[in-house]
């Protein structure tokens, strides 16, 4: 779990860092998309997965903010 919120961490100070020292803009999904992209990342290498892509675990993480509980 802590390895997600440093690339949660990591992904907001990069925008962060690109608005203050280069003036760029962000949209929100952007950020989103970032971070679901870093953890989708990680997951791959820390479990060394070869099955799915990146995109897979970026579908996968979409639908679970759509479940509803």
Known sequence: M?????????????VRNDYAFNN???Q?????????TRVAMWMKTKFDIKVYS??????FLDGIRKVKL
């Open 28 to 36: 929100a999904w952007e950020v989103g998309d970032l971070i679901k």
């Open 54 to 59: 990146v995109e897979d675990f970026k579908m």
């Open 2 to 14: 802590g390895s997600m919120f440093l690339c949660y961490s990591v992904s907001l100070w990069l």
């Open 24 to 26: 760029a803009s962000t």
